[in-house]
């Protein structure tokens, strides 16, 4: 068996669980109370991604399928992640919970994708604007007039 594929696996397994654990860290650390969870789904879910698209090899049709697979599972792993509750006093607006910790579930799935797939400065690239994006309110506070125990509010 040769090495050098098995060690370039490695590494960009490596370069997934370590963008999994950049993205998790800021979810895992945002509101009010530390979530440690959010930091393993993010990491999990990136190593599984890229582990996908490595297992399903060169053949251009067989990673298509499995970016696929990868797309479908996560779809439903992010639509776990939003909660509309049901029962909310009268006059009070909707609100959706989740979204943008769905929205990083989803993300984290792409940057696995992208490290088992394309390049590191690809995925290096992306996830510098997605930190950004989701650091944009600075100190991990909601903006003014968006409460701390959600991530979304209003009508949707």
Do not use: Y
């Amino acid at each position: 068996m040769d090495t050098l594929p098995a060690v370039e696996s490695l590494l960009r397994m490596g370069l997934a669980v370590l963008c999994g654990l950049a993205v998790g860290l800021n979810r895992a650390h945002h509101g009010d109370v530390p979530q440690p969870n959010r930091l393993r789904v993010h990491v999990l879910v990136g190593l599984s991604a890229c582990l996908m698209v490595l297992a399903a090899g060169d053949h251009a049709d067989a990673r298509s399928r499995a970016i696929q697979g990868v797309a479908t599972g996560i779809g439903f792993l992010g639509a776990g992640e939003i909660l509309v509750p049901h029962q909310r006093p009268k006059h009070h607006p909707l609100q959706v919970r989740g979204l943008t910790s769905a929205a990083s579930i989803w993300f984290t799935a792409a940057l696995g994708v992208t490290v088992a797939a394309s390049t590191a400065v690809l995925a290096g690239a992306a996830l510098v604007l997605a930190l950004i994006t989701l650091s944009s309110h600075g100190n991990g506070r909601p903006a003014e007039g968006e409460r701390a125990d959600h991530d979304a509010s209003g009508p949707q």
